[in-house]
């Protein structure tokens, strides 16, 4: 499987940016796939991850409202509507999916769980 990011960039604070992720190699409808992000000195924080096997859509608790999780299963595409931004959000972006069986609840937001990812896109958020 291979996951390529893409759409980062430097906006002001209220701005917004899509972030792409195109998956090849692999049926699209097989992955879960989720979005993470790495500020400088942080760990790996989960942003958004869709579920497969019942199409639900999660959310970390400072983004919802602000961004969307979506998918475009014709170009094997999954994006993220980044809306309202905020220096907060200032980090490197990555795309990640999960292959195995069914993902659990609790694995969705572990970065642990997914065995692929992209190389990761940088947002900078600036006042």
């Known amino acids: 499987v291979q996951l390529q990011a893409s759409g980062g960039g430097s906006v002001q604070t209220g701005g917004s940016l899509r972030l792409s992720c195109a998956v090849s190699?692999?049926?699209?409808?097989?992955?879960?796939m989720g979005w993470f992000r790495q500020a400088p000195g942080n760990e790996r924080e989960f942003v958004a991850g869709?579920?497969?096997?019942?199409?639900?859509?999660y959310y970390l608790e400072s983004v919802k409202g602000r961004f969307t999780l979506s998918r475009d299963n014709a170009k094997n595409t999954v994006y993220l509507q980044m809306n309202s931004l905020s220096a907060e959000d200032t980090a490197v972006y990555y795309c990640?999916?999960?292959?195995?069986?069914?993902?659990?609840?609790?694995?969705?937001?572990?970065?642990?769980?997914?065995?692929?990812w992209g190389q990761g896109t940088q947002v900078t958020v600036s006042s």
């Open positions: 990640a999916a999960y292959t195995g069986g069914r993902i659990i609840t609790s694995s969705i937001r572990n970065p642990s769980a997914y065995n692929y």
């Open positions: 190699g692999r049926m699209f409808g097989d992955l879960d």
């Open positions: 869709f579920r497969r096997s019942d199409s639900r859509i």
